[in-house]
């Protein structure tokens, strides 16, 4: 029977569906770098599943990119609607933890609707620029086409994220922490550059895959298409 899907490929879509997930729940915490500068708690992971992402589009293409984007998506709905199942149960009398734990997980449901709007967006847009500059390129200068599409998808992700997620908020303080961090994710991909790139090229080699979109769809509803 032929694989249908390779380890490395299944590795780095479980960690993808790892950071989403963990950074909707990281984001219900903001904190304070100085110079007025104030990030969600996710900053801290989620540049990594745009990097994930980065190395997904360019070995195997857009097609499998987007399937693994709408596969976080559902884990994340699982994970809301647990977690909102677990805070309506009654607590046990010796428990002194529900007021923290509820505080979290009644947040989650806006902040992971904002989080998975913006991911789907963004991570849409980020896959989507990587496929298509690699055709224009011939496959060339890699370290360009993950800078632009990670620039392309994390203000797209921004701009739809951080609204929702912390809406009441004064505008200059929304503005404020658009912009750091749109700054802060794409600096973190490009320090990470090089390891990226080697997982890219090693990848490669050892799955023997080097997939260019041509004549592919890109209708991001289309998720059944992954072949």
């Not at 709408?70 to 699982?78: D, E, G, V």
């Not at 805070?87 to 989080?115: C, I, K």
């Not at 490669?204 to 041509?214: H, L, M």
Request: with cysteine.
């Amino acid at each position: 029977m032929k694989e249908k899907f390779s380890t490395n490929f299944l590795l780095m879509a479980l960690a993808l569906v790892v950071c989403l997930i963990s950074s909707n729940l990281f984001a219900t915490k903001v904190f304070h770098l100085g110079w007025n500068i104030n990030l969600p708690g996710a900053v801290i992971i989620f540049p990594i599943s745009y990097i994930l992402n980065d190395c997904i589009a360019e070995v195997w293409g857009f097609r499998r990119a987007r399937f693994v984007i709408w596969l976080a998506f559902a884990a994340n709905i699982f994970v809301v609607l647990v977690g909102q199942l677990v805070v309506w149960l009654p607590a046990a009398s010796f428990w002194d933890g529900g007021e923290h734990f509820n505080y979290m997980f009644n947040m989650a449901p806006r902040v992971t609707a904002a989080s998975m709007l913006a991911f789907l967006a963004g991570s849409t847009l980020n896959a989507l620029v990587m496929s298509k500059m690699k055709i224009a390129s011939s496959g060339r200068f890699f370290w360009l086409r993950a800078i632009v599409s990670s620039i392309a998808g994390d203000l797209l992700d921004s701009l739809i994220f951080i609204p929702i997620a912390f809406i009441g908020t004064p505008a200059k303080v929304l503005a404020g922490m658009l912009i750091a961090q749109v700054t802060f994710k794409v600096m973190y991909e490009i320090l990470i550059l090089p390891v990226t790139s080697w997982v890219v090229r090693r990848t490669k080699k050892s799955e023997g895959v080097d997939v260019y979109d041509r004549g592919v769809d890109y209708n991001p509803f289309k998720i059944k298409d992954i072949e």
